[in-house]
């Protein structure tokens, strides 16, 4: 019983893990990026006019989140490749990571925007506003309230995912816990630390996104 | 002022409005009636272009609605609409609800803006309620904000779609008292509502509307005693009762 939890494994291995940590940091940090930017381009292509920027959207969408991450990450790891593209594991696991999450960022956003009645968007536009203005002024204060807590979500379960990393040697927290478990052989120990490492990640985002809430709510 | 000629919609297949022609001149205050899904709505809509037009020409101040070189923002800064459901900003005080159009279309000051909005706050009658948020007033209160927000940007045309439909009876009152000295006034004012006695007291002409198509128009007094069209005769009937 005393080598389930072997704190020694902790002490010996810290610089392991810490290295491990600041990739997955690095990793998340970039993912979460591309993933906005192009979950934010995709929410405003499933909203637009055009039907086959809404049809593209619609399709990018559907496609992403029905499949699995690991598809994701494979393809830009292994078979880029053969393509003549050759991504390090951290740009293919970033890039599988931050597309894969982007759909459901999309989601999100699409669902925030068109929470706010059809009616204040006809206010605003009936005054003179300009639909950027009408973005800017009307809608998107009001859709942020709604898409803060599954955005806050989303960027929670992007750093989890980010241990996808360890499948394609990304060096991550994964990655390294994996190393310490095929020298120390301790699995439960070293994979409980590593999960620390994790919540030191999850957790204060988590408490920043409750944060926010709550001042919104506030707000009016 | 405003000027239908021949104007047509469709929705797909849906024949909206069907070959309407109506001129309203300026100062002149319209009211259209009609059973619901009618058109009237729709036809309301067309004039400020949130709906748009099949085929036909409609013209505001000469210029035309449809064409796609007339600068739209533009054009519609001198037509301020009310809704059914006031369609106030919810995250933004009574001020700044008022205030938005005139800072960002008009490129009004603040100052200047929040003093014109505090005149017509006042006019409305509710100038103590400049800092409060919509969700703090009552429906009354919240479509003479409504009101005033049209008002700020010094249109031409105000039009009203049924804009004491969705109020408690007891505040209906309140807002056709504004609505009733605007006309006064002489501003332009084209007017959805199931409210005959506003109909009867302030316009100078009532459409009746049916089936996407204007029936019969007249002046209130004949128009409510001697209908000429059996449609318009049975509609008025049933209200009576
Ligand atoms: N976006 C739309 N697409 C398809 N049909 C529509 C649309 N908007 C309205 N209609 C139809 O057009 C008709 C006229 O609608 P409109 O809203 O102008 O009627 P209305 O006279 O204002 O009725 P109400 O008194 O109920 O407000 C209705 O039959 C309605 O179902
Ligand atoms: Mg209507």
Not at chain 1, 13 to 22: H, P, R
Not at chain 1, 101 to 125: D, L, N
Not at chain 2, 45 to 59: A, H, P, V
Not at chain 2, 96 to 123: D, F, G
């Amino acid at each position: 019983m005393s080598d389930l939890l072997d704190i020694s494994i902790l002490i010996d291995y810290q610089d392991v893990y810490w290295k491990g940590f600041f990739i997955t940091l690095k990793a998340s940090v970039f993912a979460l990026i591309l993933s906005f930017i192009l979950g934010v381009i995709i929410a405003v292509f499933r909203i637009s006019t055009v039907k086959s920027l809404r049809w593209f959207g619609t399709a990018y969408v559907e496609y992403i989140r029905n499949i699995p991450l690991l598809i994701l990450v494979f393809v830009f790891y292994n078979g880029l490749p053969s393509i003549g593209v050759n991504l390090d594991s951290f740009m293919a696991g970033g890039l599988g990571l931050g597309i894969y999450t982007s759909a459901f960022i999309a989601e999100a956003i699409r669902a925030g925007i068109q929470s706010v009645p059809k009616g204040h968007v006809e206010a605003a536009r009936s005054s003179g506003l300009t639909y950027l203005q009408t973005m800017r002024f009307v809608v998107l204060p009001q859709a942020i309230k709604i898409v803060l807590p599954p955005l806050g979500n989303q960027f929670i379960n992007l750093v989890k995912n980010s241990s996808i990393f360890g499948v394609i040697a990304g060096g991550d927290l994964m990655y390294q816990a994996d190393i310490i478990n095929s020298e120390t052989f301790q699995t439960v120990s070293v994979y409980l630390f590593v999960a620390l490492f994790y919540l030191l990640l999850t957790i204060p985002l988590s408490l920043f996104v409750n944060y926010l809430e709550r001042r919104l709510a506030r707000a009016y | 002022m405003i000027r239908f000629h021949h104007v047509n919609k469709h929705y797909g297949q849906f024949h909206v409005l069907k070959d309407i022609n109506l001129e309203i001149q300026s100062g002149e205050v319209v009211v259209i009636i009609g059973p619901s899904g009618s058109g009237k709505s729709t036809l309301l809509r067309c004039i400020n272009r949130l709906e748009t037009i099949t085929d036909g020409e409609l013209t505001v101040d000469g210029v035309s609605v449809g064409d796609r070189k007339t600068n739209i923002n533009e054009l519609r800064r001198d037509i301020g609409m009310v809704f059914q459901h006031f369609n106030l900003y919810p995250h933004m005080s009574v001020l700044k609800n008022i205030t938005l159009a005139p800072i960002r279309v008009s490129k009004a000051s603040p100052k200047e803006a929040s003093e014109t909005a505090m005149y017509y706050l006042q006019k409305v009658g509710i100038p103590d309620k400049a800092d409060a948020y919509p969700s703090q007033l009552s429906g009354g209160q919240q479509q003479r904000v409504a009101i005033a927000r049209g008002l700020a940007m010094k249109p031409k045309i105000m039009l009203f779609d049924e804009p004491t439909s969705a109020l408690d009876p007891e505040m209906v009152g309140e807002v056709l008292d504004v609505m009733k000295s605007l006309a006064k006034e002489g501003m332009t004012m084209v007017v959805v509502t199931h409210e005959m006695g506003f109909a009867r007291e302030v316009a100078d002409r009532v459409i009746f509307m049916d089936h996407g198509q204007i029936v019969e128009e007249g002046d209130p007094a004949t128009f409510f005693t001697q209908p000429k069209e059996e449609r318009a005769r049975q509609f008025l009937s049933r209200l009576n009762h």
